[in-house]
């Protein structure tokens, strides 16, 4: 495909599992963050988004929990399916930056 | 829906040649981003642009030119391609002046140089 692939860190689950791919992030200014997916030959699509207001928020499948304690994210999907095997990118941003930080992408593959 | 376009899915390119990238956005969406995709570094932001006719910087911009006439257009321009501008290459869109607003990516573009 054409993701960035070689090197990135990969979660194997199966079908109907639930995943839990994390994130960790540095600058604790940051304030905003959202959860990306990237299918091979595809430009990342918005899966979630999370402000540092909340520790945690649902969408369809998918939840992001925020711990600004020890500044880590992650995304649970429920229900793994084979059409969730992408790259997943978590992004952030923080007040009077306009462009998003993103970090390196965690590959998912689902095992039927 | 948010629909960002660009103008090729792939192209080829010798080095020293002039290439540019096009990027178009039909949600009336004031910022737009270029970014390249390489693997193990992840999306690095090149430049971006918040308002027609106005453009920053962003990590990687040395050896890359932009230019925003219309506020749906952005284009990159390689002034003289070189092989290590061989990269994925993400333009995206974003709704407000403000500076947290989701961005929307289109395909991409991969380019190769030779």
């Known amino acids: 495909g054409e993701n960035v692939g070689l090197h990135l860190p990969t979660l194997s689950v199966q079908e109907g599992d639930n995943s839990i791919i994390n994130c960790a992030y540095s600058n604790s200014a940051s304030d905003y963050f959202i959860w990306y997916k990237q299918e091979s030959g595809k430009g990342p699509q918005f899966i979630i988004d999370i402000r540092s207001n909340m520790d945690k928020r649902q969408g369809q499948r998918v939840t992001v929990l925020l711990n600004k304690t020890v500044k880590h994210l992650s995304l649970q999907i429920a229900a793994t399916q084979p059409g969730d095997s992408a790259v997943y990118f978590c992004a952030e941003n923080h007040t009077g930056r306009r462009a998003l930080t993103f970090g390196s992408g965690t590959r998912l593959q689902v095992q039927p | 829906d948010v629909k960002v376009t660009q103008s090729s899915r792939y192209l080829v390119k010798r080095t020293g040649e002039k290439v540019f990238l096009e990027c178009v956005q039909d949600?009336?969406?004031?910022?737009m981003f270029w970014y390249r995709q390489d693997p193990g570094l992840g999306l690095r932001l090149i430049y971006f642009s918040y308002d027609v006719k106005m453009k920053e910087k962003g990590d990687i911009p040395e050896g890359y030119s932009v230019s925003r006439e219309k506020k749906e257009r952005f284009s990159l321009i390689l002034e003289s391609a070189s092989t290590n501008q061989t990269s994925m290459y993400l333009c995206?869109?974003?709704?407000?002046?403000?500076?947290?607003?989701?961005?929307?990516f289109g395909p991409g573009t991969r380019l190769l140089v030779l």
């Open positions: 995206a869109s974003s709704g407000t002046s403000g500076s947290q607003e989701t961005q929307y």
């Open positions: 949600m009336d969406h004031e910022n």
